[in-house]
């Protein structure tokens, strides 16, 4: 079987931009073949990466007296007083990938 010629039509249905598609040759120094345009477009999709709302998320504030616990891979958790506290978690699906990575529509 032949796989498909990498085109801007097939680059923008894999949901790459040209500017993506310029980091991808630069990482591997050559045209991607047809399977790893696909890894690439699924590691870079935000449910993996985050890709559009990173940048949001970072201009957030993440330290401070009422920060008991920053961002990292758990929630965080802040001090709003007389003892209380609020969790706040992010989670891009809700349904884990680990658990059955071939239901997408799932997420």
């Known amino acids: 079987?032949?796989?498909?010629?990498?085109?801007?039509?097939?680059?923008?249905?894999?949901?790459?931009?040209?500017?993506?598609y310029q980091k991808i040759l630069e990482i591997i120094g050559r045209a991607p073949t047809f399977t790893e345009l696909g890894i690439f477009s699924a590691m870079w999709n935000e449910h993996c990466s985050y890709k559009s709302s990173k940048k949001w998320l970072r201009s957030l504030p993440t330290s401070g007296p009422q920060v008991i616990c920053g961002p990292g891979e758990n929630a965080g958790v802040v001090d709003i007083g007389d003892g209380q506290a609020v969790v706040f978690k992010m989670e891009s699906h809700n349904h884990p990938s680990y658990i059955e990575p071939y239901q997408g529509a799932a997420t």
Do not use: N
């Open 1 to 20: 079987m032949r796989e498909p010629q990498i085109s801007d039509e097939l680059i923008s249905a894999h949901g790459l931009a040209p500017d993506e």
